[in-house]
């Protein structure tokens, strides 16, 4: 039974930064990857960033040079720092942890989605 908790979300200006957070909870074996999706009205959920359990990280074109992904594997926790916000950044942003759990070496777990929005 696991769960994943993300936090961080809101309203912030273009140019602006906001953090996300996203804890794991529950029986986990093992982390192989986590990552960052966002969905905005009316497109398909993309990829934002990635980080495997060796730390190799991925980003999205569009973001690359403005966000930074991190991890904590004590903590199973994953974060977004977001800077230099512009309008287009403006979604739902999803956490996704694929993780080693009893009997399934490689789970993908989503967080609930927060609402980041930039918007002067």
């Known amino acids: 039974q696991v769960q994943l908790v993300e936090s961080g979300g809101g309203l912030v200006q273009p140019g602006g930064s906001l953090r996300l957070s996203c804890a794991a909870s529950?029986?986990?074996?093992?982390?192989?990857?986590m990552g960052w999706y966002r969905q905005a009205p009316g497109k398909e959920r993309e990829l934002v960033a990635t980080i495997l359990a060796g730390g190799a990280t991925n980003y999205a074109d569009s973001v690359k040079g403005r966000f930074t992904i991190s991890s904590d594997s004590a903590k199973n926790t994953v974060t977004l720092q977001m800077n230099s916000l512009k309008p287009e950044d403006t979604a739902v942003y999803y956490c996704r942890q694929d993780l080693r759990v009893s009997g399934n070496y490689n789970a993908r777990y989503w967080g609930q989605g927060t609402q980041v929005t930039v918007s002067s």
């Open positions: 529950g029986s986990i074996l093992g982390i192989k990857a």
